[in-house]
Structure formats: structure tokens, C-alpha cells
């Protein structure tokens, strides 16, 4: 495993939460920390942009809080996502905010820029970047991130085709770094898998949406806990960029998810009732493959509890396996 940096390297379990667009909150956050895995956030969920402060300051009080009263077992860090592509109308005044709480993770996404980079480090913070095949990372390295997000096949939203395999092999030639794969890990055993295959952390997402803390409707955490991996499709269609959405929800907006037109989303109308239209995201629910693991809405601390139970579990299954295995 490479060199961590001081703010991930005393995790209760090596997870990152997956900052999910719309249903990210500070109350999903700040269990996530609680539980001891990175919890994080997309910036552009608090709206308008003056709550982005509030939120900041709830996350960053109530956590310093939790820690004076848990010492021995203080929260994890967290984590603010910020979309630093062009059309980020927000991104300045959001990284104000991020710079005046010393936001310890940021996480950046569709782009990477050296400025952003070095504001972060200004303070001290960790950026860690999302890319889904080699060339982007080494792009983001260059440019200042401190870590990778190497987002494989089967993540949900916006997602690579890369096998995590061919991925994790590939980044780990060349780079030392922390490192988090994304992609279909839904399980304590999915998280010493990804370790195995050479990454520091899992990153997981939609495991989280079915959570009573999430901000998503019940319709979309049900479906979830009664999907699984063929209950995605892999799609361009809703946002002009390839992602993983959820069936049901297509349906929902009068389309056949096994027979989606071609075409520019921006130019079509989906009709999820009478007068309505769908929205990606919204509507157009985005999930991952690794929802059949997934079988009832729970709180984000006992889901954790889950994962953690699984990987200690999974770490003896492989203890016979290593002292049976001949000497080389």
C-alpha cells in the first residue's frame, strides 16, 4: 500500500463514501465520519451557494464536537466534491468555502486544475481526482492531485468501462500515491478485494442512497434494495455523458431502458406523468452494479457496521488460504 497522508490514515475501515449528487447532506456526511470512513459531499448540493457555509459549518462543529467526547475513537474525515469543469458557475465561491473551514479531502471531478490544486494544499488539505482510465491520470497527477479515484466498470453514474482489474494494474505501474477504486463495492468483502488488487480504499456510493440519512425519495431506496446489477443500464442518453442509471426510473419516465433512443437529451422530453418531464438525476435515478448486496434501507452507521463485519470476516477466510499456499 502507498504512503497516506495524515488525514487518511487512521480510518476504521479504508472506505470513501461516494459524494452522490442531490442526495449527499451533512446529516449523511457527518454519520459517515461518525462510523469512521470518509464521508463526503458535492458542493453543488447545497443551493443556493450561501448554504454551502451553513452546511460547512454544521459539518466541521458537530464532527469537532463528536471528537471531544469520543477521544479514543474520534470520526473520520471528511470530504467536499467539486466539479471544476468550465461550466462550474460556482466553483470560486465554493472553494472560498472550502479554503475558510480547511475542508481536510477534496475530491475534484470533470477536469483537473493546478490552481484548485494549490489552493487546497495552501491549507494543508488532500486532493484526491476521479478519472476513469490512465491517460486522465496521469493528467491529474501532473497537475497537482494527491490521489486517484480510478472509477471502473459498474460504478454508478457517470462511470468508466475499465475492468478494476486492468485499471488498479495500470495506475499502480507508475503512481505511489493514495489510491480508491470505484466500481460496483457493496461489501466488506469488495473492500479487501479492492486492497488486494492494490488499491487503498474503496469507494462506494450507492450502497449509501438506500440509508435513512440520504436525501433521496423512498421510491428510489426501494428500488435499490430490490434491484440488482441487471436492474442497470449503461446509458449516454440523459446527460450526453456514459453512465449507470437505475430501470425503474426510466420506465418511470416513459422509455424502454432495453431500447433507449439515440439522440441528444437536451432535445427530447421524457414524460414520467402527465405534464412532467424527467430530469437526470432527479428523476433518472443514477446507481451502480453492486446493489444486490443491498437488501434493506438502513442507517449509514449500521451499514458500516455491515462492511465492517464482512471484512474482518473476509480477512479469516483468507487465513487457511495463505498457510495452506507452497512456499516460493
Not at 459517515?32 to 443551493?47: D, E, Y
Not at 483537473?112 to 481526482?129: C, E, F
Not at 441528444?264 to 414520467?272: H, L, Q, S, W
Request: aromatic residues 6%; hydrophobic residues 45%.
Amino acid at each position: 500500500m502507498s504512503q497516506l497522508p495524515k488525514a487518511l490514515q487512521h480510518l476504521a475501515l479504508p472506505v470513501i463514501g461516494a459524494p452522490l449528487f442531490i442526495i449527499s447532506n451533512p446529516k449523511l456526511v457527518i454519520e459517515q465520519c461518525k462510523a469512521g470512513i470518509v464521508g463526503a459531499m458535492p458542493a453543488l448540493n447545497a443551493r443556493p451557494a450561501s448554504q454551502l457555509d451553513e452546511w460547512l459549518h454544521e459539518i466541521t462543529e458537530t464532527l469537532a464536537a463528536y471528537n471531544r467526547a469520543n477521544p479514543e475513537h474520534p470520526a473520520a474525515p471528511f470530504a467536499i466534491n467539486q466539479i471544476v469543469h468550465k461550466s462550474n458557475d460556482r466553483l470560486e465561491h465554493d472553494m472560498e468555502m472550502v479554503v475558510k473551514y480547511k475542508v481536510p479531502v477534496i475530491i475534484t471531478s470533470l477536469g483537473a486544475r493546478t490552481d484548485v490544486n494549490d489552493a487546497i494544499h495552501s491549507y494543508g488539505g488532500v486532493v484526491l481526482h476521479d478519472i476513469i482510465n490512465n491517460t486522465f491520470a496521469h493528467k491529474a497527477v501532473e497537475k497537482g492531485a494527491d490521489g486517484l479515484i480510478a472509477v471502473a466498470a459498474g460504478a454508478g453514474g457517470h462511470a468508466g468501462v475499465k475492468s478494476p482489474f486492468a485499471l488498479i494494474q495500470e495506475i499502480r505501474q507508475w503512481f505511489e500515491g493514495p489510491l480508491a477504486l470505484s466500481g460496483a463495492i457493496a461489501t466488506g468483502g469488495g473492500v479487501l478485494a479492492a486492497q488486494a488488487m492494490g488499491a487503498d480504499f474503496a469507494y462506494i456510493g450507492s450502497a449509501f442512497i438506500a440509508t435513512h440519512e440520504a436525501r433521496a425519495s423512498d421510491a428510489y431506496k426501494q428500488a435499490i434494495v430490490e434491484g440488482t446489477s441487471d436492474d442497470i443500464v449503461y446509458s449516454s442518453l440523459f446527460t450526453g455523458v456514459h453512465g449507470n442509471y437505475l430501470k425503474a426510473s426510466i420506465r418511470a419516465a416513459g422509455l424502454d431502458p432495453d431500447n433507449l433512443p439515440e439522440g441528444d437529451v437536451k432535445t427530447m422530453n421524457f414524460a414520467g406523468g402527465e405534464g412532467s418531464k424527467s430530469k437526470a438525476w432527479k428523476d433518472i435515478w443514477g446507481c451502480g452494479q453492486g446493489i444486490g448486496a443491498v437488501t434493506e434501507v438502513t442507517s449509514a452507521g449500521a451499514l458500516v457496521a455491515r462492511l465492517k463485519r464482512e471484512y474482518a470476516e473476509a480477512q479469516l477466510r483468507l487465513v487457511p488460504l495463505a498457510a495452506s499456499a507452497p512456499a516460493i
